[in-house]
């Protein structure tokens, strides 16, 4: 197996943990409003990938992100259909360690736990081999005008100082370009960009994905409660 489809096996994994046992996050609205900041990721999008040491090595795959919720808690989901690496990962942020924690599934199912922040609108990455020291890196970010969005796996040797791409996805939003100066209906639940409708007691809302969806239909009151509290606070 290549290094690229075998970095799951031996990285050291901080267990896949499971958003509803993240015992971190202990203030979970926190850990909501640090998700916010990349609401901008949420919907699919249709990529073109490329090996670094092979440009001709390309592929297609789409890219979904959406929101899911369990209680208080609250993450963000990542499926890739057709994927040539990368099968799925779920993105939390762990408000004791003021970190985001992702979980990237290869294509194989295996699992690698990364810890890293977000800064200037990048999220980056990283987890450490337990036994190489070697260190793999995920970088997240969009690009114009949030009608890009682009995430690349990189890796550096214990004894290098600069990493190596190993791959990269480059990804349009599908549908309508919705960039972020575009925006103009709020998601009820998350606060992203609404773009599905919802109904409650004969009032039509919006929210941006299939888990606010599901969310907003469990317990539609506490978050209308919650959007209504929001759009009437006033501007510090």
């Known amino acids: 197996m290549s290094r690229i489809m075998a970095f799951g096996f031996t990285f050291l994994l901080l267990g896949f943990a499971k958003p509803a046992e993240a015992k971190e996050a202990k203030a979970p609205q926190d850990a909501k409003k640090a998700l916010q900041a990349l609401n901008d990721f949420i919907g699919g999008w249709k990529g073109n990938g490329s090996v ?7 592929w297609k795959e789409t890219v979904n992100w959406s929101w899911r919720f369990k209680g208080d ?51 980056t990455l990283q987890a450490i081999d337990k036994e190489t020291k070697e260190t793999r890196q995920v970088k997240m970010n969009l690009a114009a005008g949030g009608i890009r969005f682009i995430y690349t796996v990189s890796h550096k040797p214990a004894n290098r100082l600069i990493f190596a791409r190993d791959f990269e996805v480059g990804c349009t939003r599908l549908g309508e370009s919705f960039g972020a100066k575009e925006k103009k209906i709020e998601c009820v639940v998350s606060g992203g960009l609404g773009t599905i409708p919802v109904m409650h007691k004969g009032v039509t ?25 929001k759009k009437n606070k006033p501007e510090e």
């Not at 919006?206 to 509290?229: L, T």
């Open 73 to 123: 808690d609250a993450w963000l989901v990542m499926t890739v259909s057709k994927g040539k690496y990368v099968k799925s990962g779920e993105l939390l942020y762990l408000v004791n360690k003021k970190q985001y924690q992702f979980t990237l599934v290869d294509k194989d199912g295996e699992k690698t736990v990364y810890l890293g922040t977000l800064k200037k609108r990048q999220l």
């Open 52 to 58: 670094e040491k092979d440009r001709l090595a390309t």
């Open 205 to 229: 809302y919006y929210v941006c994905c299939s888990g606010c969806k599901d969310a907003f239909n469990e317990n539609p009151e506490k978050y209308i409660k919650e959007y209504e509290a």
